[in-house]
């Protein structure tokens, strides 16, 4: 089969096109012929190198995948040769709570990804594709729409009229601003950029703050909500943004801390989650279980990704290039 690896040079030349011997299911599992492959930015991170991320090399990237069952192994009878299928971000967090063995798991990270026309994958841990999806769209869900979906709904009990305030334009964001819409919340967000400040109206939000032409965001949000503060924050800066997050958060608020796109250390004003009661949640995806019950939510009322672009699989590298431009809105979508 062909497939893609980080080999552990630097930059974008860490990632080189191989052939691989194709994988055979063993009892209860599928072998799953990959129609496509959706980049992250945690992807990006592995192929850069960039430390705390990094896993093991050589290894094959993109914990995001969709397609259709080639093979199953003995034993297996929920599935069978095309159906379509979609597989989770940590295949073995099936339900409950979240443990260092899923995470050692994910898909990826320390072990392979995606990016390949073949995987194994236990047939306990797939989800089919709702007919109206198509395989692309489908592999958009893993990591980024169930992140949104757990933030807002699992672990932050999302209740309408409620107002949340989105970071950016990347998949969590988007995903979180379609959800918490769908959801009846109030949406703020921001960006760097007038053309996806109105893409995200059009999208619902509901008001839209440009923090390259003014960096003081949390003052706005806080100014937006009659100076009480937002209900919830999808935290996908880290490092360099979760202090105005704090700032921007009402008495009692929630944060959920998901991304580490300015840095993965920082000095933090802890007063300000002690005084403020603020709740803040570190979320790294999401169950299967949590991804069944989006797609069923998702199917109820026909909710598309947004797909910014996609790319052939022997344009990988570019695809790669799109997401490090930060020129993208929603997800880039790699056909296998």
Known sequence: MNAYQITGTTGLDSLRAVTLPDPTPGPGE?????????LN?????????IR???????????????????????????FKPGDRVVCPFMPTWL??????????????????????ELAVIRAESLLPIPDYLSTEAAATLPCAAVTAWDALHCRGGLKAGETVLILGTGGVSVFALQFAKLAGARVLATTSCDIKAKHLLQLGADAVHNYKTDPDWDTWAVKQTGGLGVDKVIEIGGAETLNRSLKATRFGGHIALIGVLTGTSAEVQTVQI????????????????M???????MERVKLQPVIDSTFEFRDTPAAFQRIASGKHFGKIVIRV
């Open 30 to 38: 599928v072998l799953v012929r990959i129609r496509a492959t959706c």
């Open 41 to 49: 930015y945690r992807d990006y991170m592995n192929v850069m190198g």
């Open 52 to 78: 705390g991320v990094t896993g093991p090399v050589p290894r094959i990237p993109c914990s995001d995948g969709a397609g259709e069952v080639a093979a199953v192994g003995a034993g297996v009878t929920q």
């Open 95 to 116: 339900e409950g709570e979240f443990s260092q063995t899923h995470a050692s798991g994910a898909l990826g990270g320390a072990v392979d990804g995606l990016l390949r």
């Open 274 to 289: 002690l005084r403020k009661g603020i709740r803040l949640d570190g979320i790294y995806v999401g169950s299967r279980e």
């Open 291 to 297: 991804f069944a019950q989006m797609l069923a939510e």
